[in-house]
């Protein structure tokens, strides 16, 4: 089955300091990943669309200048949180899309959580 | 933009009782699309729970069912008995796939369901 690993699980960092999150997809070729965030006490946002062979796409609030993502190959992709500051805090998820199934399926990892101090 | 309401904050249920959780849509940029529920468990990532791609349809999964209504932008989750292993955060989501999944998943912002013995 389609399954992705995400890691770290949890991260502490300084405020001003930065951390990399990584998401990796077995059994299926992530041709998208969608990186979100969940804020406390709210809902998830897509911070970043990145589909392979197309540039990667930022919403609203989300640059690249803050949040970098790389997206090498099918399996692996990356995103990086710099001088991460307290309203940065949450749990991120990434996101991978099978292409075999229907629907445009994401298939989660287990997020990283990210405390600020 | 598109938006997802569903039931808020948490619902409490006995086992062997039912549980409904409302979940209604409006998309702006499509009629009819893709509609999902998620699931999140203690400590785990996010799971598909279960999808419906066509108006009218009804979607099931693990004793849950949820029936895209097109009349009234609803996508309803039900089961009919639940157990305590039931108990999670549950998100209501849809995707426009009128952009090919340009846009990604756009969720409510959960509903937490504890389920007692």
């Known amino acids: 089955g389609a399954l992705v690993y995400q890691y770290p699980r949890r991260t502490i960092c300084k405020s001003g300091t930065s951390m990399r999150m990584e998401c990796q997809a077995v059994?299926?070729?992530?041709?998208?990943v969608a990186w979100y965030r969940q804020s406390p006490q709210k809902t998830f946002e897509l911070i970043a669309l990145?589909?392979?062979?197309?540039?990667?796409?930022?919403e609203q609030n989300f640059t690249q200048e803050k949040f970098p993502i790389s997206h090498p190959n099918l399996s692996f992709s990356s995103m990086t949180v710099l001088n991460a500051y307290l309203e940065d805090r949450g749990l991120y998820l990434c996101?991978?899309?099978?292409?075999?199934?229907?629907?445009?399926?994401?298939?989660f990892g287990s997020g990283t959580r990210l405390t600020v101090l | 933009g598109d938006s997802v309401t569903q039931t808020e904050g948490q619902v409490t249920v006995s086992e062997s009782k039912s549980l409904i959780i409302n979940c209604t849509y409006s998309?702006?940029?499509?009629?009819?699309?893709?509609l999902f529920w998620y699931v999140r468990y203690p400590g785990e990532g996010l799971q598909l729970l279960l999808k419906?791609?066509?108006?009218?349809q009804k979607g099931s999964s693990r004793g849950f069912e949820a029936t895209y209504n097109k009349e009234t932008t609803s996508f309803h989750l039900q089961k009919a008995s639940v157990q305590e292993s039931d108990s999670a955060v549950y998100y209501c989501?849809?995707?426009?796939?009128?952009?090919?999944?340009?846009?990604?998943?756009?969720f409510g912002l959960g509903t937490r369901v504890s389920v007692f013995p």
């Open positions: 998309a702006t940029s499509i009629a009819y699309p893709n």
């Open positions: 990145s589909t392979v062979n197309s540039a990667i796409k930022y």
């Open positions: 419906v791609i066509t108006a009218g």
């Open positions: 989501a849809l995707s426009d796939r009128g952009n090919n999944y340009a846009q990604g998943l756009t």
């Open positions: 996101g991978a899309r099978d292409p075999g199934s229907s629907a445009e399926t994401l298939y």
């Open positions: 059994g299926f070729q992530a041709t998208s």
